[in-house]
């Protein structure tokens, strides 16, 4: 009976504790917004940049951390995934880099367009797609965001059109800046300069590193790319550039990658774990936004916590889909090759094979 009373005794106590807890997290005064010195950014043929000081919302600061927490989880989920023969093929993670795509998006409209590269998952996350559609996608299911027929570099979302899976597919970019600029086109070019070209690092690669003045006649920027408020002002800078009418610009974005180039990759061949290990410590993206809205009075270390553990759920809901949903049936594999055609006949890998094409 004495047992009995002592179980009930701490059941008792945890439930009145739980409220009690959030009570007190809901009760506090937080500050509605605090002003931040971020750093300054170093400018090619530009006579000014963007602020060396930004405000940040309360509200924004809990959205910011809690996408940056997405994109972080999912992809070390996706390493889990990876390692266990669940997700196949090329897989080439972005966690390190989070303040690139959430500092992105925050400094552009919905409906301004976005193209990429590989290692383009958290870009597919902040154009609006689900983790459930994303990780779906790497593991090659129907309820993908391509219907499983992407993979981790072809993902795609309204306004969105990522993932050019060619290495040095992106080597026309100097006639590309020389087209934009000769039109005056309203293009922002962004370098994520993560500091290896696959296991190269760039001091051995380039004889200058300052990619941020490889436009040559167009404006450039060098952007801290760990500080996603640095991102955030830097991109709304460079967006009220172009919507002026003065042309394309440039930002080099500085950032890390954490995983090697790809999951192929252990990452640790060319650099050493001290390097990497300096920069979670010294400069990790959530770490930092996580301190500067603790220490404002922005949010409490509890509430962040909470959003952690919302986040931990959400990625093992949407990787128990991702190992549920079937895969994508033999017949599909011609679909979707125009987006407004009528059917037509598809060849195989023989001329007796024959699929039918449906947008």
């Known amino acids: 009976m004495r047992k009995m009373l002592a179980a009930v005794s701490r059941v008792l106590s945890g439930a009145a504790q739980k409220p009690a807890s959030r009570v007190l997290v809901a009760s506090r005064n937080f500050a509605n917004d605090a002003t931040f010195e971020i750093k300054k950014c170093d400018l090619h043929r530009l006579e000014e940049g963007p ?10 600061g809990l959205r910011y951390y809690r996408m940056m927490q997405t994109v972080r989880r999912m992809e070390l989920k996706a390493d889990q995934l990876y390692k266990q023969k669940i997700i196949r093929g090329f897989c080439h993670l972005c966690d390190g880099q989070e303040a690139c795509c959430v500092g992105l998006e925050a400094g552009i409209n919905p409906t301004d367009h976005l193209i990429t590269a590989y290692r383009a998952h958290g870009f597919t996350f902040t ?3 689900s983790v459930r559609e994303i990780l779906a ?3 090659g299911r129907r309820g993908g ?3 499983g027929k992407g993979g981790s570099m072809h993902m795609y979302a309204k306004n969105f059109y990522g993932g050019n899976g060619i290495v040095g597919a992106q080597g026309q970019i100097f006639e590309a800046y020389n087209m934009a600029a000769l039109w005056k086109l309203p293009c922002i070019f962004i370098c994520e300069n993560n500091r290896y070209g696959m296991g190269t690092s760039v001091e051995r690669a380039a004889a200058s590193t300052d990619y941020y003045k490889r436009g040559d006649f167009i404006p450039g920027l060098r ?7 640095c991102v955030r ?3 709304r800078f460079a967006a009220a550039h172009c ?3 003065k042309g394309p610009i440039l930002m080099e974005l500085q950032t890390y990658r954490y995983h090697g180039h790809s999951m192929s990759d252990p990452g640790v061949s060319y650099r050493t774990r001290e390097e990497i290990q300096e920069v979670r410590s010294k400069s990790d993206p959530i770490m930092l936004l996580k301190d500067r809205m603790v220490n404002s009075n922005l949010a409490s270390v509890e509430e962040l916590k909470e959003i952690d553990v919302e986040v931990r759920k959400e990625i093992e809901d949407a990787a128990q889909f991702a190992t549920a949903d079937p895969e994508p049936p033999l017949e599909e594999l011609g679909y979707h090759i125009y987006s407004s055609d009528p059917p037509f006949e598809v060849r195989g890998a023989n001329q007796w094979i024959k699929f039918k094409s449906i947008s």
Request: include cysteine; proline fraction near 3%.
């Open 223 to 229: 952007v801290d790319g760990m500080d996603i408020l």
């Open 233 to 235: 002002e830097a991109t």
């Open 137 to 139: 996608e790497l593991t």
């Open 127 to 129: 154009r609006g797609l």
């Open 243 to 245: 919507r002026s009418g």
């Open 51 to 60: 602020p060396v000081t930004t405000v940040l919302t309360r509200e924004d």
């Open 145 to 147: 965001c391509a219907k």
